[in-house]
């Protein structure tokens, strides 16, 4: 740690809290020497040494705060020529406890046991054995040290605690904003599983009444009226994945069930009456017991290849493949012709449906393949019943 000059208090921080110490440690290391000289005084001893040795340890103590060790030493120093620093010396030893390792305190304990050897030698005090007023002295600094040491230990360890609560509480910002940006993710899957393939119907639709405007009026009436359904229905199903999201895990939605595997030959129709040839092949032994996970997972997975089908090779037939038992796991295959014009762009957002939907498929437990060959595109999920 780098210590400071008394010159630079206030160009670091906490410089006026230690200012504010200096002036504390001088008004107390003075009584104190003032006392230890008036008691000096009422002995009949000579008070010169005393005195200076005092005002110089009185003028030291404020260097304590910055650079203890060295300050707590030159005490010790004045309190082998003189009692009256012993007060200051013994103010610095535990300064030194309070801020500096435990083996640092000991050896300025040390020094000031040792400095009081000298003094006790060189001036003996009256009136007790040089051997009991050395045991005091080892006692008083033993104390010092021990003190000093239990607050040092007792700060460390709230500055843990204070630590280990602004972690928890950063911790537990990072697992809000990471739940927030689960639920947001979760929110545009639905949403995109949902509306894509409702709006890819819509888009059949306008698109017939775009490029048919010579078509009887009851077939526009007609595709007018599909459009105007489709909307509402969209609208419906987005209100319902929006009800979904806000109920708590697990809870159920009272309106409409979730999509499942039985719910796959309605989608088919859909798809059939906007016009594209969908062929579906159901071979699913004991449809009724799928998991519910594994059902709706499947329900996304057709809903996905049936909506890219129409996005990018519109008029290619699909065919549609359900199979599996308990104890094998469920597993869907579509497959579907590629556009013949390789230049056509692809519409916007093209590749993220896959993204999402593979994601969700590991989620559930399976996996999920896809490709392009032999001029058709061809994904396959495996997805676990287990048995």
Sequence with gaps: MNEVTFGQVDAVPGGKRRLAGAVVLLAVSGVLIAVTVWG????GGELTLDIAVGA????????????????????????????AATPVSSMGVLHVAQRRPFPVAAAAGAA??????????WQPSRGISFGWWLLLIALGYGALVGWGALIRARRALLMSLRER??????????????????????????MHDVLAHRLSLLATYAGALEYRPDAPPERLSQAAGVVRAGV???????????LLLRAEDGAEDGDRPQPAL????????????????????DEVAGAADVPPLAGRTAYRVVQEALTNARKHAAGRPVRVVLEGRAGDGLVVDVRNGL??????????????GLVGLTERVRLAGGRLDHEAAAGEFRLRAWLPWPA
Excluded: C, N, Y
Excluded at 59 to 83: D, G, K
Excluded at 112 to 121: E, F, M, P, T
Excluded at 171 to 182: K, W
């Design 40 to 43: 000096r005084a009422q002995a």
């Design 232 to 242: 509402h229905q969209a609208l419906e199903e987005l209100r319902e994945v929006i």
């Design 56 to 83: 110089a340890g009185w003028l030291l103590s404020p260097l304590l705060l910055w650079r203890p060790v060295p300050a707590a030493l030159a005490l010790s120093v004045l309190a082998a020529l003189s009692p």
């Design 165 to 190: 609560a602004r972690r928890a509480e950063a911790e537990q910002g990072r697992r809000v904003a990471e739940a927030r940006m689960a639920e947001r993710t979760r929110i545009a899957r639905e």
């Design 339 to 352: 556009r013949e014009d390789a230049g056509h762009a692809p519409p916007p957002g093209s590749g993220t």
């Design 262 to 281: 039985g719910d796959v030959p309605r989608l088919v129709a859909e798809s059939r009456a906007a016009g594209a040839a969908v062929e579906l092949r």
């Design 112 to 121: 000031g046991i040792a400095a009081h050897v000298v003094q006790g030698l």
